[in-house]
Nanobody, 116 residues
Framework: VQPVESGGGLVQAGGSLRLSCTFSGAITSVFNSYIMGWYRQAPGKQRELVATATRLKSTNYADSVKGRFTIDRDNARKRLYLQMNSLKPEDTAVYYC????????WGQGTQGTVSS
């Protein structure tokens, strides 16, 4: 199962992006059994987990995005979303979705670029 991420783009600092991710190849019950998350990888840096959501939509965020990013999931459609507000240049990265423990194949990601 490989997710498909979309919604990235180029925005100015202070702007917003809304990312989407679809796990169309997954069985719904399997998708719902996982804590799902959004990751990002900036140039020259390791991939980091920035937000997670349980099936019951309990969420958790990295300190660097807390208060600015909001994760959500549609369990019936097997989709994951990331609303990113008040973006900063340091948020520039390729964004990926996967389970909290990276159990699925990695997608190609979606590039988010924030200009100063």
């Amino acid at each position: 199962v490989q997710p498909v991420e979309s919604g990235g783009g180029l925005v100015q600092a202070g702007g917003s992006l809304r990312l989407s991710c679809t796990f169309s190849g997954a069985i719904t019950s399997v998708f719902n059994s996982y804590i799902m998350g959004w990751y990002r990888q900036a140039p020259g840096k390791q991939r980091e987990l920035v937000a997670t959501a349980t099936r019951l939509k309990s969420t958790n965020y990295a300190d660097s995005v807390k208060g600015r990013f909001t994760i959500d999931r549609d369990n019936a459609r097997k989709r994951l979303y990331l609303q990113m507000n008040s973006l900063k240049p340091e948020d520039t990265a390729v964004y990926y979705c996967n389970s909290e423990t990276g159990d699925f194949a990695w997608g190609q990601g979606t590039q988010g670029t924030v200009s100063s």
